[in-house]
């Protein structure tokens, strides 16, 4: 059983006092989680803004230019599994310290980076940096809050990192164009900095340590084969239609599954014999577990695709500026703050019926914002955006707290690792996965029709996905199923 956060009623004045002292010390650890959270989600994309000036300051070719825009994206996914059992193993609170430290310095590289490779090898660093600390919030979340405390801690983490995504579009705009003592691009990097070493200074004090309670070894051939698998997947993925889909891109894409084959015969053997597998298999088997990780990769396989194709239709289609472009974000954050607010209380009454409303509003939004793309193409006014904006921000907040509280409902303090980087892994792997399929159709669409129709066609694919996500909430637990309450 776990420990309780209130005193009875019948408890001395100081036993209640001293519970009351410690839950708030639980408290105090959110901020600076939820400050990791903000940067690592940030930094997916406020470079997207600051791309032109990055090419114009460095030089940088277009080859160059995607590696720095998926570079970080590659490191990133590819070690949150195992970055998620380490934790698990050797303490959550110091693999999140350890990723602050590689995210900030590679962060200062970035922004100190006097040439192409030396940005795109930081990048590469910041995104291993960002797989130590993903996982690990949404762990020490899992093991730190039980029942409502936990809906509403990770309320504040969905709230968070949506207010980071489409936040990053507008804090970026404001950056480059204030070009601070000339810095330009490089304040969107640097700032991570003085953030990143405050809630470094605070994590020992604030952060309570956790570890699995067994010392089982850790799987480190699972690992190799994990990380191997999912760069083998995920690189075609983000650089397969920029290089127009070559050979290698094939042969990566037919080798992930066989990879992932040989990772689960292994993982079998390994549990049989008495080891602790990197992924156990008898957690696929709980469906709560199954059906959320799948909701969760068409959930964000939609999310940043359609920023990524939003981006593109304001500031090259309507040749908006970076900053107004970031200003049209801020429906999205409005709405989307509004609704991740409610999401918990929601979701303890109502379960898997509001992650079920949230993608309906999302489909809804996206309906709404073709309708007035596909008349008004590049130009008319603005406000004909926001009602579509509003439901896509509005949907996207009912959903990300439900999904996550959902799956790690399910979660006890000895898979909170594996569970909170499978959770990520999914977001990252719907993150590649999205950006390729819309990439084709946006792409494909944009040389004859121009950026109107091109949006106006990617909008029709990304419909579907919230559509599949609804579906996908039948396989979820029923409210008096969950572990939630």
């Keep these: 059983m776990h420990e309780t956060q209130t005193?009875?009623?019948?408890?001395?004045?100081?036993?209640?006092?001293?519970?009351?002292?410690?839950?708030?010390g639980r408290w105090r650890a959110l901020p600076v989680l939820m400050a990791g959270t903000f940067l690592i989600v940030l930094d997916f994309f406020i470079v997207n803004v600051a791309a032109p000036s990055m090419q114009a300051g460095l030089g940088l070719n277009a080859g160059e230019l995607e590696w720095v825009l998926a570079g970080y994206g590659l490191t990133f996914a590819g070690f949150l599994v195992t970055a998620g059992r380490i934790g698990d193993r050797i303490g959550r609170r110091r693999v999140f310290a350890t990723g602050l430290c590689v995210f900030v310095a590679a962060s200062a590289a970035c922004g100190l980076a006097p040439a192409p490779l030396v940005l795109i090898a930081a990048r590469l660093v910041q995104g291993l940096g960002a797989a130590l600390l993903s996982p690990t919030v949404l762990a020490i979340i899992?093991?730190?809050?039980?029942?409502?405390?936990?809906?509403?801690?990770?309320?504040?983490?969905?709230?968070?990192?949506?207010?980071?995504?489409?936040?990053?579009?507008?804090?970026?705009?404001?950056?480059?164009?204030a070009d601070i003592a000339g810095l330009g691009w490089r304040t969107v990097f640097l700032l991570n900095v003085p953030v990143g070493l405050a809630a470094l200074a605070l994590t020992p004090r604030l952060v309570p340590e956790s570890r699995a309670r067994d010392g089982g070894r850790l799987d480190v051939a699972g690992m190799v084969v994990l990380t191997a698998g999912l760069t083998a997947l995920l690189v075609p993925l983000v650089q397969g239609r920029q290089a127009g889909w070559p050979a290698w891109a094939w042969a990566c894409l037919a080798l992930a599954p066989v990879l992932f084959g040989l990772l689960g015969a292994y993982e079998r053997r390994l549990a049989q014999r008495g080891g602790t597998p990197v992924l156990d298999g008898a957690l696929f088997r709980v469906r709560a577990f199954a059906a959320g990780l799948a909701c969760q990769l068409a959930f964000f396989a939609g999310m940043v695709s359609?920023?990524?194709?939003?981006?593109?239709?304001?500031?090259?289609?309507?040749?908006?500026?970076?900053?107004?472009?970031?200003?049209?974000?801020?429906?999205?954050?409005?709405?989307?703050?509004?609704?991740?607010?409610?999401a918990?209380?929601?979701?303890?009454?109502?379960?898997?019926?509001?992650?079920?409303?949230?993608?309906?509003?999302?489909?809804?939004?996206?309906?709404?914002?073709?309708?007035?793309?596909?008349?008004?193409?590049?130009?008319?006014?603005?406000?004909?955006?926001?009602p579509g904006l509003a439901g896509i921000g509005?949907?996207?907040?009912?959903?990300?707290t439900p999904l996550t509280t959902t799956v790690l409902a399910h979660a006890d303090g000895q898979q909170a690792g594996l569970v909170s980087g499978a959770l990520s892994m999914m977001q990252q792997?719907?993150?590649?996965?999205?950006?390729?399929?819309?990439?084709?159709?946006?792409?494909?669409?944009?040389?004859?029709?121009?950026?109107?129709?091109?949006?106006a066609a990617s909008l029709v694919e990304l419909a579907c996905l919230p559509l599949i996500v609804a579906a996908g909430t039948w396989l979820l637990p029923r409210p008096r199923e969950s572990a939630l309450r």
């Design 429 to 455: 792997a719907g993150n590649a996965l999205g950006v390729a399929i819309t990439g084709v159709v946006f792409f494909g669409a944009l040389p004859g029709s121009g950026y109107g129709p091109a949006f």
């Design 7 to 24: 005193a009875p009623a019948t408890s001395p004045g100081w036993l209640a006092g001293g519970v009351r002292r410690r839950a708030m």
């Design 344 to 386: 918990p209380a929601l979701t303890l009454r109502f379960g898997r019926t509001v992650i079920r409303a949230g993608a309906v509003t999302v489909a809804v939004g996206t309906g709404l914002l073709l309708a007035a793309v596909a008349a008004q193409g590049t130009g008319g006014s603005l406000w004909w955006l926001v």
């Design 394 to 400: 509005a949907g996207q907040g009912l959903c990300i």
């Design 142 to 177: 899992g093991v730190t809050y039980r029942g409502p405390d936990r809906a509403r801690a990770i309320s504040v983490y969905g709230m968070v990192m949506g207010l980071a995504a489409a936040g990053g579009q507008v804090l970026g705009g404001l950056l480059i164009h």
């Design 306 to 342: 359609f920023f990524l194709v939003l981006a593109l239709y304001l500031q090259h289609g309507r040749r908006l500026s970076a900053l107004d472009a970031g200003l049209v974000f801020t429906i999205l954050a409005a709405a989307y703050l509004v609704t991740s607010l409610r």
